[in-house]
């Protein structure tokens, strides 16, 4: 069986390799200064759960779960741009990312006999993941003449988001009659770090780790699509969609170009 741990292995040796054949960058003092551009490739681990929940005057506000999905790790690519400002032994600087990940979904169904919900067939969809994330996190760290150790952190953009909803097609009938949508929160932190390497001409390799997350989603009641007398049935229920707070761990190799280095 295929562990998530196999593929960070893979690149951890990877990148251990690349590092081995690094040379300096460049004859100048100031190594790690000026404006790069790179690409990342790499794969994470995740967690994060999404429930449906239906309640009803009369009962328990936590109501009847009626699906739960959770979400592991995937791999994870993209870009990577900004600029290095360095001073002896010191640099920082602005950088973005904008990465893809694997995306997550997940799909149930639910029958109800008429007891907390009008009876047929409920058919919940769940997207437990984004489809990637737009970083903004500047850098900090040590610049050597082969190796630049840094720390980052700042704010995150999910794009794609975790959207889920449920769809409701009642007995004898072949389509569904009424839907519910639920949208979920998209802002969020990183924080990490990483290294770089020198290789020759004006481009390094480097590893780095990051920590994303994106807050527990919003609590509410799912806004009813489909006919007036469709949704009329569900007047007096509610279906909730609840997130718990989304995190992810990112493990990504990146090659760099460095503009400043002729």
């Known amino acids: 069986m295929r562990t998530p741990s196999r593929p960070l292995a893979y690149l951890g040796t990877l ?3 690349w590092f081995a054949v690094g040379a300096s960058m460049a004859e100048g003092p100031n190594v790690w200064d000026g404006p790069y551009v790179g690409a990342e490739l790499g794969g994470t681990t995740n967690s994060g759960c999404a429930r449906w929940i239906v309640s009803s005057a009369g009962m328990d506000l936590a109501g ?3 699906s739960q999905a959770c ?3 995937g791999s994870v690519g993209g870009v990577q741009f900004g600029e290095n400002f360095q001073y002896g032994h010191v640099f920082w600087g602005m950088a973005a990312d904008i990465n893809f990940s694997t995306r997550k979904t997940a799909a149930g169904s639910w029958v109800s006999n008429g ?3 009008p009876a047929g067939s409920y058919f919940t969809a769940e997207r437990l993941s984004p489809d990637g994330f737009l ?3 500047p850098r900090l760290g040590y610049a050597g003449r082969e190796w630049a150790p840094y720390l980052r952190a700042g704010g995150l953009v999910a794009f794609g988001g975790r959207d889920s909803s449920i769809t409701y097609k009642p007995p004898g009938e072949t389509v569904p009659t009424a839907s519910f949508n639920s949208g979920i929160d998209t802002l969020g932190w990183v924080a990490g770090g990483g290294v770089e390497r020198g290789l020759y ?3 390094s390799v480097g590893f780095e780790y990051m920590h ?3 807050g527990a989603g919003r609590s509410g009641a799912a806004s009813c699509s489909g006919t007036v007398a469709a949704c009329q049935g569900f007047s007096s229920i509610e279906f909730e969609n609840l997130h718990n707070a989304y995190t992810s761990n990112m493990f990504r190799i990146a ?3 460095y503009f400043d280095y002729w």
């Open 15 to 17: 990148a251990i390799g």
């Open 64 to 66: 009847k779960t009626i």
């Open 71 to 73: 979400t592991s790790g």
């Open 115 to 117: 007891s907390s919900a």
């Open 135 to 137: 970083i903004f996190a």
């Open 201 to 203: 001409g004006p481009w």
């Open 212 to 214: 994303a997350s994106v």
């Open 255 to 257: 090659v760099n170009y």
